[in-house]
Every structure is written in C-alpha cells, then in structure tokens.
C-alpha cells in the first residue's frame, strides 16, 4: 500500500515537472497575445523577457514611477511604440509576472 501511495506521489510530481515548461511557455504565449491587442509585437521571448526586466527594475528600485518604467519600456520596444502602449505592456507584464507590484501601476493614477 505505501509502495503504490509513494509510486503515485512520483508519478505526479515527475508529471508536474515534466509539463512545466508548457505551462510557463503557454504564459509567455497569453502575455504575447495581451500585447499585441495593444498593437505591441515582437518574439515572444523578447516580449517575456523586457516585462520580467521591467518587474526586477520596479523591485530594486530603479524605476520610481510608472513613467519612468515607460519610458524604458518605449526605448525597448519595436520603434514607433507609443507611450500609452508602453504603460499597457507595463501593466500587462505586472499582471502576468509581478502581481505583488500592482500598486506600482496604481499610484500612476494618483
């Protein structure tokens, strides 16, 4: 009975490990198509990867308020992305990978 329980117990986290990089690549994904409903494009790893910069920027600090965040968010976006685009992919990548900062976007409005 504990060999069954154990087997079942592996059985589930090896298939939890296993589909992991899905489910984190199918998050990038949903994060990508948010963007380009904003008329955002690029890769899809670019796009991923310049949000998680943004969320490591806010929570060291280097970044004070939502449009300094646009506006190194704008300088790496494709060319001719406007500053309300930056600020919906800044809140975008907050939504999808720093939710815990949702008051960094919040105090823009203040």
Not at 97 to 108: H, K, L, M, T, W
């Amino acid at each position: 009975m504990k060999r069954t329980r154990l087997a079942t117990g592996v059985a589930v986290a090896a298939a939890a490990i296993a589909l992991a990089p899905l489910a984190h690549a199918d998050y990038d994904t949903d994060f990508k198509n948010t963007v380009n409903d904003f008329g955002v494009y690029g890769p899809q790893d670019r796009l991923a990867w310049l949000a998680k910069i943004e969320c490591e920027r806010i929570e060291r600090g280097v970044d004070h308020d939502a449009h300094q965040s646009a506006v190194f968010l704008q300088r790496n976006l494709p060319l001719g992305t406007t500053q309300g685009q930056a600020l919906q992919f800044l809140g975008a990548g907050i939504d999808h990978y720093c939710p815990e900062q949702v008051g960094f976007i919040q105090r823009a409005g203040t």
